[in-house]
């Protein structure tokens, strides 16, 4: 189907529009060509001072790919405060002059389908809208309100909600495999980001993308869209991936995952998952789709609870952060990538030799002070790497229980993370930040007394956003090596691409593509 097409089984990529002007819709609708869409939503409740028969002239008469008019209300939403009988007429008028589609509500929907498909023969669809508003109904509650709008007639019907959670997001995926007609149905906002990046892997007739500098909450990008997610790959058999964590803005996993399963020919695709409840995600999320998982900030310890088996290394760190669902039976089994991914990347650093046959003393960490801030999963992961090199662990926590705890895991030292700011390392020591102080957008913060920095010998970073943190540039003036969390990140996502997918992972690609965009 080109973009000058009507919908048909295959999703498109559809730019919302929302300028205040005909002349700069008519800009928009340009540029959202240029950027990818294959058609635009324009939102005629935006458009200050609108003349109906004059401006919808305009815009059909200019649009360069297909065009889906809106002209939401106030009650269901919308912008537009005016006369019913008024906004009516303007739908009516836009699908007489040849719009690809027009939105109706679903509430004056019944008169107005029939009445423009038996008036006006244009070609043109009716998409009949729904916003849910509130609490997510009940399944049945749902299943009523989709079958009052395919007895509308319409040609697309369309289901917007507000989740506050992403287990909520389950019956759009089932809306969408299992619609009568096509069907467009997401939820706002971050935690609904998923219901649009798997659209078309359920069936979804339309998903959404934000153009350049007109950032949505909730919404792709456009570049995104067609860069990282390659949405027109994707397809039933599209296995899911995706990042356990809250927040997850932060995350370049998608940006470095989804081309790597391209450049392997692996038919997946790589998400960001915000997640609020682990206990309630991985009961709604049972489906063999959904295959494997990234366990990011605060989970990996928590998720331990909720793995069938846990892989020895990961049991003894006391933190997950690669799930694999085994297709044979469901179980989900828990992995450790971060520990050998943070001690390579520190040794790798320090000397280009690396830990062999499992004996320290070939370690260039071996006998070496190891200061780790912080005890959590990244923490847990780096500690026990430590260790295991030969290094005299010492951890500083918040939490001192924490701290001790695992302590007693490496043989180490625990000491309050307020005792940190007064701490003098030995000469030649390694500091490893795994909090996440110095992350976007706090990034002028340190965890440590800047005076101390040129006591160490290394200082690494689990933090990779940004590349170059303050710490790192703190430390690099004060002499240290520096290792940022982008090489920790990297060797874990090889890690994890394996578990995956079962196959070697492209090493030297994934390394290209993270000098190139992180």
Request: hydrophobic letters at 40%.
């Amino acid at each position: 189907m080109g973009r000058a097409g009507i919908l048909a089984n295959s999703t498109m990529v559809c730019a919302p529009l929302m300028a205040r002007s005909v002349e700069q819709m008519v800009i928009d609708m340009q540029s959202a060509e240029a950027q990818g869409a294959d058609a635009v939503e324009v939102r005629l409740d935006y458009i200050n001072s609108f003349q109906p028969s004059q401006d919808l002239e305009t815009i059909i008469r200019n649009k360069p790919l297909p065009v889906i008019i809106v002209y939401r209300p106030r009650w269901e939403g919308g912008q537009y405060e005016g006369d019913e009988h008024t906004r009516l007429e303007a739908l009516r008028l836009a699908h007489e002059l040849g719009a690809d589609y027009i939105d109706v509500e679903l509430k004056v929907a019944s008169d107005l389908v029939r009445e423009v498909k038996n008036k006006h023969q244009t070609g043109g669809k009716v998409i009949v809208s729904s916003y849910l508003s509130g609490a997510t109904p009940s399944k049945e509650d749902l299943s009523h309100l989709v079958a009052s709008m395919q007895a509308t007639k319409a040609d697309i019907i369309k289901v917007v909600s507000n989740a506050n959670d992403i287990t909520e997001l389950d019956w759009i995926f089932h809306l969408l495999s299992h619609s009568e007609v096509p069907a467009v149905a997401y939820s706002l906002g971050e935690r609904g980001l998923i219901s649009q990046l798997l659209c078309p892997k359920f069936g979804g007739a339309l998903v959404y993308g934000a153009m350049e500098g007109n950032s949505i909450p909730g919404l792709p990008t456009l570049d995104s869209l067609r860069e990282a997610y390659k949405v027109e790959n994707i397809n039933s058999d599209t296995k899911v991936f995706g990042l356990v964590s809250k927040p997850v803005s932060h995350s370049k996993g998608p940006i470095l995952h989804n081309p790597a399963f391209r450049h392997a020919n692996f038919n997946g695709i790589y998400v960001p998952m915000f997640v609020d409840d682990l206990k309630e995600f991985f009961e709604v999320y049972t489906s063999p789709d959904f295959a494997g998982y990234s366990v990011g900030f605060p989970y990996k310890e928590a998720v331990v609870q909720f793995c069938d088996e846990v892989h020895p290394l990961a049991k003894s760190i006391g933190a997950v952060n690669t799930i694999i669902r085994k297709p044979s039976d469901g179980k989900l089994i828990g992995y450790n990538t971060d520990c050998e991914g943070s001690i390579a990347s520190i040794e790798d650093a320090l000397e280009d030799q690396r830990y062999m046959n499992g004996a320290s003393l070939n370690s260039p960490l071996a006998g070496k002070q190891f200061v780790v801030v912080g005890a959590g999963g990244a923490g847990r992961a780096i500690a026990v790497g430590a260790k295991s090199r030969g290094a005299r662990v010492i951890i500083f926590d918040i939490d001192l229980e924490r701290a001790k705890s695992l302590a007693q895991v490496v043989s180490g030292e625990a000491q309050h993370f307020d005792s940190l700011a007064h701490f003098q390392p030995e000469k030649g020591a390694i500091l490893a930040n795994a909090t996440p102080i110095g992350m976007h957008p706090s990034t002028d913060r340190i965890p440590v007394a800047e005076a101390t920095l040129g006591n160490y010998q290394l200082v690494f970073d689990a933090v990779y956003t940004p590349r170059k943190t303050r710490l790192l540039e703190d430390a690099d003036a004060a002499g240290a090596i520096t290792v940022s969390g982008v090489e920790m990140f990297l060797k874990q996502a090889i890690g994890q691409f394996s578990l995956f997918t079962g196959t070697e992972a492209p090493k030297d690609f994934m390394r290209e593509i993270v000098l190139a965009k992180f």
